[in-house]
């Protein structure tokens, strides 16, 4: 009996071997594009993003998660509900992939073809009722203030080389004088605990920057160090979006209900100069 299934299963898998399941069809995404939301309930800045990875579904199935740009072979055919949902590198991790809590899904009934290639440009917005904090360096007045153990300073900047965004950034020229700038966001926000919550920075650096999340209470506070920002090369130097989930510190701090993000750079290399440049800080949470 026993050896009456072997030789059975043995067909059913030759069988399915020899299959043939056709010619695939691909399903071809190049880049996510970040359009400002006409009903936000609040301002919302400049439209910055790096939306690196992806995940799809077809009809409710997940088909995976793909880095941009990909061309996905499927085994398919016929119309498809199709759903993009936007991910990031939280921290600025290479293997930390999450979806992007604060913008919607992109949805569009595709038909796929085998041997065809459905090229689809997703397109999403921050939901309506977010809560936004600012800080682009378009204003008169900049709500980031230096410390007393600062000998650099954070000034506004308008380097056409540099310039991206706006019609300002913010910088901070690092010298074997200056070499250390410290510095706290002016304004303290109150964050509800349990909500997700994340600072999006938009930095161009040739020089380490040292982020952290500053609790405060009507005793005190506390710092948090948070994420370390790697330099570039001055050959290779670009701005990078950072997304800094700042949700557990937030959560962890039971005793303090308002918060500042901190920023620090020291000199990588005292026999050399460097820059830290700043732009569009957000923070952002329901």
């Keep these: ?114 041997l065809e290639t459905a090229k689809i440009t997703p397109r999403t917005k921050y939901f309506d009722e977010l809560n936004f904090w600012i800080e682009d360096f378009e204003d008169a007045a900049v709500r980031i203030e230096s410390s007393i153990y600062s000998k650099a300073v954070l000034f506004k900047d308008n380097d056409p080389d540099i310039l991206r965004y706006g019609n300002f950034f913010g910088r901070v020229n690092l010298t074997p004088t200056d070499s250390i700038w410290d510095a706290v966001t002016s304004e303290l926000w109150n964050i509800p605990k349990g909500r997700e919550v994340y600072i999006e920075l938009d930095v161009y650096s040739t020089n380490s920057l040292l982020t952290g999340i500053k609790a ?36 962890y701090s039971v005793n303090y209900n308002n918060f500042a993000l901190m920023l620090t750079a020291v000199i990588d290399d005292i026999n050399t100069e460097s820059f830290v440049c700043l732009d569009n800080i957000k923070l952002i949470h329901f």
């Design 1 to 114: 009996m026993k050896h009456i299934f072997y030789v059975l299963s043995l067909l059913i898998l030759f069988q399915n071997c020899g299959k043939d399941i056709g010619a695939p069809a691909y399903l071809e995404i190049d880049t996510f594009i970040l359009e400002n939301n006409p009903n936000a309930v609040n301002l919302q800045g400049e439209m910055t993003h790096n939306f690196s990875d992806v995940w799809v579904f077809l009809n409710g199935d997940v088909i995976g998660v793909f880095e941009l740009p990909c061309k996905i072979p499927l085994d398919m055919e016929g119309e498809k509900d199709l759903v993009i949902v936007a991910g990031v590198r939280k921290n600025g991790i290479a293997a930390t992939k999450v979806r992007y809590p604060f913008v919607e899904q992109y949805r569009e009934t595709i038909n796929l073809q085998r």
């Design 216 to 251: 405060v209470n009507n005793l005190g506070f506390n710092a948090n160090a948070h994420i370390l920002v790697n330099p570039l090369k001055p050959a290779e130097v670009r701005w990078r979006k950072m997304y800094i989930d700042i949700r557990e510190i937030v959560g």
